[in-house]
Each structure stands twice: as structure tokens, then as C-alpha cells.
């Protein structure tokens, strides 16, 4: 559920702010670490009483839980994915990059925010960590490092500094990342998923059908993107 939403938010925002983002992306860089603050403060100071149920279904879960800057990050994989001639890659491939520095930025307040926890329990009481959390904290430091390189070298003032091949060299641990970002993805579904499935566990059932649904959603968004991908290059390949 949560991914579905986020993905038709990501969709509305890129479709409302492109020229914007084109002309500013600095504004939205400092609006991405705000929307952030503000969700930890609401975490934080346990706002859920004072602001109506919607607003944490509709929109501060959708950051707090990294979905919207995951969908944010989708829609940069299928820029690069379809066809260059499309009116859609036209339009948005000008603010791709921006597009992934704000879902970075969005991703790295999310990291601070449950790093706060996980990682002093890791390192303080590692035996309050079941296997899945531990897991997908070993998957996470691969992830935030490629993404911080990503990210830096996105920035057209540092892109302009480097050699083109040794730009699209780094940039392409933009492949392994996506991957490894779905194995995260499944590392903390898929457990879920199986406790759903027992007939002894006392998960409502809202939870069950948006952990199966998400997995689902996921597989599919991140299937699809690398059949396009594998496509494309065959195609380059051809031409």
C-alpha cells in the first residue's frame, strides 16, 4: 500500500515541479531535508494525536519509511531505461539528476533517522537484533556508501570536474545498487511475509496484504526495469 501511494506522489511531483526543478534544484535540495525534519519531529515529539490519521498514512509514512525517495529513484532507473527518442525521457532526463541528488538527500535523513537506533543496538546490544534487522543492516552500509558516490558526483559542478569516462564508469554502480536495493527490500518483506502466512500469528490483516502487496509491487517495478534495461542494450548494441 505504502509504495503504491508513494509511487502516485513521485509520479504528481515530478509531473508538477519538472520546470521548477529545472530552474531551482537547490530550493528543492533544502525542501527535501525539511520535509524530513519535520517528519522526525513528528516521530519525535509523537504528533500523531494532534494532526489528523491521514497525514501519517498519506504522507509522513511515506518519507519516514524511505518509500517516496525509493520511488523517487524508480522513476530515475525508467528515465534511463526507455527509449531517448520518448517524449517522457525528452522531457525529464534535463532533471534525472536532480531527481536522484533529492531522493538521495530524502534517503540519508531516512538512514539518520533509524540509524539513530539500529546502529547503537548493533554495536551496544546486538542480541535485541533478530537475523532479518541484522541483515538488512549488513546490506545497508554497501548501499549508503555507492549512494553518497552517486550522489556526490551528480552535482553538475562535480560531474564538470571529471573526466567523462571516468564519470559514467562511477556512475554505473548505479546497477549493482538498484539490486542490492531490492534484495534490502525483500530482506525485510519476505520474513513478513511468512509470518503472515502462519496461522498462528496475530498480524492484522490490513499488514498482511501490504506486506505481500509491496513485495509484489517491488518485484514487478524492479523486474521490469531491468528487462527494459537488458533491452536497451541490446538495442545500443544493434545500432
Not at 23 to 41: E, M, R, T
Not at 82 to 105: H, T
Not at 133 to 153: E, H, K, Y
Amino acid at each position: 500500500m505504502t509504495i503504491l501511494i508513494a509511487l502516485l506522489e513521485a509520479l504528481l511531483f515530478v509531473y508538477i515541479c519538472r520546470n521548477s526543478i529545472r530552474k531551482h534544484p537547490g530550493a528543492f535540495y533544502v525542501l527535501s531535508i525539511a520535509i524530513i525534519a519535520f517528519c522526525v519531529c513528528y516521530e519525535r515529539m509523537n504528533l500523531y494525536s494532534v494532526f489528523p490519521e491521514w497525514t501519517y498514512t498519506y504522507i509522513i509514512s511515506v518519507f519516514w519509511r524511505g518509500a517516496f525517495s525509493t520511488a523517487l529513484f524508480v522513476i530515475v532507473m525508467y528515465i534511463g531505461a526507455l527509449d531517448r527518442k520518448s517524449k517522457i525521457v525528452k522531457a525529464l532526463m534535463p532533471i534525472r539528476g536532480y531527481l536522484s541528488i533529492i531522493a538521495c538527500l530524502i534517503t540519508l535523513a531516512h538512514s539518520f533517522a533509524y540509524g539513530v537506533y539500529y546502529i547503537p543496538t548493533m554495536i551496544y546490544k546486538p542480541q535485541e537484533l533478530d537475523l532479518r534487522g541484522l541483515i538488512a543492516l549488513i546490506i545497508t552500509a554497501p548501499l549508503f556508501f555507492i549512494m553518497i558516490i552517486l550522489m556526490v558526483t551528480s552535482f553538475i559542478k562535480v560531474r564538470r570536474k571529471m573526466k567523462p569516462q571516468v564519470w559514467k564508469k562511477v556512475q554505473r554502480l548505479a546497477y549493482p545498487w538498484f539490486a542490492l536495493l531490492y534484495l534490502y527490500l525483500m530482506v525485510l518483506f519476505i520474513p513478513r511475509i511468512i509470518e503472515s502466512f502462519n496461522p498462528a500469528s496475530d498480524l492484522e490483516m490490513f499488514y498482511r496484504v501490504n506486506y505481500v502487496l509491496s513485495a509484489t509491487v517491488y518485484t514487478l517495478v524492479f523486474g521490469g526495469y531491468f528487462i527494459l534495461r537488458i533491452m536497451k542494450y541490446q538495442l545500443d548494441k544493434v545500432r
